[in-house]
């Protein structure tokens, strides 16, 4: 029935199928949490990056943009969730978007049982240079208090690290500089924050990718890999395999394409740590990530 609608609506107006599946979210969350339905959210801890994620599932970058969901991602199964993209520019006034996104997350914080709180930066300049550089930092400096893991999302459609032949200096200084900046931000606040990188994969590839060791080699805390739009599921978990055996300590993150519970057994036994979904949420209803993690099995550490 569900998915049903879904389809009608995107053939109507495919932004009115987000905003549906948003307010869906929400609005059974709010029915979750009432106590006479009230049921606990499936837990299959599991420790990474030291820290204990209530669940291996969860919610990827996009779909809680200003952490106005936060609230109902845990009652929907999710052990955590990606707040963003905020897309930066230290040219434009943002300081109302971001107080709004801080405010929700410090209201969700309250609660019993959220999940863990990523936070996506972006940049809106294009170009790797001082001024992509400079809205990184201000942006890990905005929100460094109030996330449990900071993402530098680098995945974005037509960005520079996405090009079939990324500037390779670029990138390396690029990484090299937030690795740096995230240890003034733990001396000057006393608190550790891990930062990812979000990378998306546009084909297999045989050989490490640049990207992939330079991330090591600056010793940042983890990698998120997207998988966007990809046909062969074969190759998909191929190449999470290799990414398996190239990232080695490094903790690995994987999105895309993601529907059922097997699905996503099939990525942690190619080597995730832990997986992410956006899509199965908007196309299958708010129960999908309840599916999924009651289906897998128990996993103390990734
Ligand atoms: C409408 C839409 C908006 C998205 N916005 C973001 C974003 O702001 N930041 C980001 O890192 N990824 C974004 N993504 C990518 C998702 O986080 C995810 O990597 C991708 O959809 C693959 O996962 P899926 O197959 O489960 O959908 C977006 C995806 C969609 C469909």
Known sequence: MYRHFIRLLRHIDNTLVYKFAYQWTRISGILH??????TAPPRKPVTL?????PNPLGL???FDRDAGLLKWIAPAGFGFVEVGTVNFSREKEQSADNARIIANIEEARKQNGHPLIGISLGSLNETPDA?????????MAVFWRYADYLVINLSRPGGFARSPDPPDDDLRKLLLSIAQYREELAARQGTQVPVLIKLALD???????LAIQLIK???????????????????????IRNLDHWTGSLPLVVVGGIRTPEDAEEYFEAGAGLVQLYTALVEQGPFVGKKIVTSLPSRKHA
């Open 49 to 53: 990056m030291g820290m204990e994620f």
């Open 203 to 209: 084909k297999p590839c045989n050989e490490q990718p």
């Open 60 to 62: 990827a970058a996009g």
């Open 217 to 239: 080699e600056a010793g940042l805390d983890g990698v998120i890999v997207a998988f966007e739009r990809w046909r062969s599921r074969e190759k998909v978990i191929n190449t």
């Open 33 to 38: 949490s009432l106590p006479l339905v009230k």
């Open 131 to 139: 001024r992509m550089l400079g809205d990184y930092r201000e942006a």
